[in-house]
C-alpha cells in the first residue's frame, strides 16, 4: 500500500473514532436545583464518555462544576423578568448560531429563551435536533405567567401553537412514558418519539442509616414530612398545608418541610413550613418520615421516584406516570385532588402505624432499584443519540 493510501486511511479512521458533538439546549441548570437540573448531573457522566460535549444554560450564580469535567459551558445571564420564581435567561443569539453550526446533534431539555432558540437554528442548518419532554412546556407557560383565566388562555393558545410547530419539526422526542407519548398525539404531534422513563441514582438517593441522626444533622426532632420541587400553582401545596394544620391538632410537634424554592408571594402562604430554598435534597428527604406529592399535574414527578429511592412513605395524587410506578397499599398511597381531609387521612396512617411506613418504604425503594435506576436510562438514551449522531 502507498504512503498517500495509508495517510489516507489513517485519516478516515481517525474521523471514523472522533467523539460527535453534543449540544445541551436548556434553560434550566445548576445552581438552581430543579428536576430537569438533577437529569443533567446524572446524565452527563455518561453522555461525555462518547461525545464532546457543550451546554448551554443560564447564569444562576456561582457553579461548582464537579461531574462536569471535560464539559463546555456557556452560560447566558438571566433578565429581572420572572415566570413565578424562575427568572428567563437572556441568550446571545450569534453565540446560540456558532454553537450549532459547530455539533452534530443538538438535545433540548426545556423550550424557554434557550433551549427554542437552539431548536429553531438546529431545524434551519439541518442538524439532528432532539428534545427530552421534561414537562408540558406551554402549561407551565400560561400557569406561570398570569393568574388572569382570559389571559391566560390567550397565551396557552399562542404558546402551544409554538411549541407543537417545534416539535413537529425535531428529528426524535424522548418521552418518559406512554401516557405523555399518547397525549402529545392527540395534541397533533407527529414526530418519531422514543419512550425512556426517568430514573434516579440510589447510590446517591440512599436511606439514612439512622433516621434520628439524619434529623440531627438538620438540628430536628418528631416527625417530619415534606414535599421537594417548586414552588407553584400546579404544584397544589396549599392542600397539603391545610393539611399539615390539621395534622397539628394530634401531632403538636410535627414538621412540615418544602425542599423547594419559590416566590416570596408564594412562600408567603405557608408561614409555618420550613423551605430550604434550591439546595441538594438528599439530607433532607433522608431526615423526612413521610414524603407528600399533591400536584394536580405532572409528567413523571422525578422527586418521588427519589423519595422512594430514599426509602420512603409516599402519598401521591394520580398524575402523569406517578400512577404506573405507585401502586396504592404496596410503594405508597394515593389521595385524591385537593382533598384536605383525605390527605390528612392518609398521612396520619403512616404517621401512627410505623410498621406500614416501614413497609411501604422498603418497597418503594425496591421499585427504583428493579426498575428505575439510573444506568438503565442513561444506556437508553447514549444509544438514542448515538444513532442519531
Known amino acids: 500500500m502507498s504512503i498517500i493510501k495509508k495517510i489516507a486511511k489513517g485519516t478516515i479512521e481517525e474521523k471514523r473514532l472522533e467523539k460527535k458533538r453534543l449540544l445541551i439546549a436548556t434553560d434550566s441548570f445548576l445552581p438552581r436545583w430543579d428536576g430537569v437540573a438533577r437529569f443533567l448531573l446524572e446524565m452527563i457522566p455518561y453522555l461525555k464518555k462518547e461525545f464532546k460535549i457543550t451546554i448551554l444554560a443560564p447564569d444562576f450564580g456561582e457553579l461548582n462544576e464537579e461531574g462536569f469535567e471535560d464539559v463546555r459551558i456557556i452560560r447566558f445571564p438571566t433578565t429581572k423578568f420572572q415566570i413565578a420564581d424562575y427568572n428567563l435567561p437572556k441568550p446571545r443569539w450569534g453565540v446560540i448560531k456558532k454553537e450549532v453550526e459547530a455539533h452534530d446533534v443538538v438535545w433540548t431539555q426545556t423550550l424557554g429563551p434557550i433551549g427554542y432558540l437552539a431548536m429553531k437554528y438546529g431545524r434551519k442548518k439541518s442538524k439532528k435536533v432532539v428534545a427530552y419532554i421534561h414537562s408540558i412546556e406551554w402549561e407551565l407557560v400560561s400557569k406561570g405567567l398570569t393568574k388572569n383565566e382570559t389571559f391566560r388562555k390567550v397565551i396557552l393558545s399562542i404558546a402551544k401553537k409554538a411549541v407543537k410547530k417545534l416539535y413537529n419539526d425535531a428529528d426524535m422526542l424522548m418521552v418518559p412514558s406512554g401516557g405523555i407519548s399518547n397525549f402529545l398525539t392527540e395534541q397533533g404531534i407527529r414526530t418519531d418519539r422514543k419512550i425512556i422513563h426517568l430514573a434516579t441514582n440510589p447510590e446517591v438517593f440512599k436511606p439514612p442509616l439512622d433516621k434520628e441522626e439524619a434529623k440531627r444533622e438538620l438540628e430536628m426532632g418528631g416527625k417530619i414530612i415534606g414535599f421537594c420541587g417548586r414552588i407553584g400553582k400546579e404544584k397544589n401545596l396549599d392542600t397539603l398545608y391545610k393539611a399539615y394544620k390539621l395534622l397539628k391538632k394530634h401531632h403538636p410537634h410535627l414538621k412540615l418541610i418544602f425542599i ?50 430514599t426509602g420512603l ?26 382533598n384536605v381531609r383525605k390527605m390528612a387521612e ?7 402505624h410505623s410498621e406500614l411506613r416501614e413497609r411501604l418504604g422498603q418497597n418503594a425503594r425496591k421499585t427504583i432499584l428493579n426498575h428505575y435506576s439510573w444506568d438503565k436510562t442513561a444506556k437508553r438514551i447514549v444509544e438514542t443519540l448515538k444513532k442519531l449522531s
Open 260 to 309: 423547594a424554592d419559590g416566590p416570596e408571594s408564594q412562600k408567603e402562604k405557608f408561614p409555618e413550613a420550613i423551605i430550604t430554598g434550591n439546595t441538594r435534597p438528599v439530607p433532607y428527604l433522608q431526615a423526612l418520615d413521610v414524603f407528600i406529592l399533591p400536584s394536580l399535574t405532572e409528567t413523571t414527578s422525578l422527586s418521588t421516584m427519589e423519595a422512594m429511592s
Open 313 to 338: 412513605p409516599v402519598v401521591v395524587t394520580k398524575v402523569g406516570y406517578v400512577k404506573d410506578y405507585v401502586t396504592d397499599g404496596i410503594n405508597g398511597l394515593f389521595t385524591p385532588k385537593k
Open 346 to 352: 392518609k398521612i396520619e396512617r403512616l404517621l401512627t
